[in-house]
Nanobody, 115 residues
Framework: QVQLVESGGGLVQPGVSLRLSCAASVINFSLYAMSWYRQAPAKQRELVATVTSRSSTNYGDSVKGRFTISRDNAKNVVYLQMNSLQPEDTAVYYC?????????WGQGTQVTVSS
């Protein structure tokens, strides 16, 4: 059983930065692809960013150039650095871990961008 705990969300003004963290309780964390998803009210959950077991990354079009995903395999943590936040980034952000057919989700952390 994999447990994922997100943290770092909050209420921020447009233009500022925020860093989310996801701590994973799992053996062999480095084997997992780790992703951040988000879900805004009345919208489908969308992929924000992924970092593979080989540390390759990919991003959703709406966050390219503003968000950066990274992982620390020594600490079993994945981060999402979010810069130049905009109101449309408001959502619940979820951490996901994936290895072969196994997929786990965290409970989510709320990010609200508002002036």
């Amino acid at each position: 059983q994999v447990q994922l705990v997100e943290s770092g969300g909050g209420l921020v003004q447009p233009g500022v930065s925020l860093r989310l963290s996801c701590a994973a309780s799992v053996i062999n964390f480095s084997l997992y692809a780790m992703s951040w998803y988000r879900q805004a009210p009345a919208k489908q959950r969308e992929l924000v960013a992924t970092v593979t077991s080989r540390s390759s990354t990919n991003y959703g079009d709406s966050v390219k150039g503003r968000f950066t995903i990274s992982r620390d395999n020594a600490k079993n943590v994945v981060y999402l650095q979010m810069n130049s936040l905009q109101p449309e980034d408001t959502a619940v952000y979820y951490c996901n871990s994936r290895f072969l057919s196994l997929s786990y989700w965290g409970q989510g952390t709320q990010v609200t961008v508002s002036s």
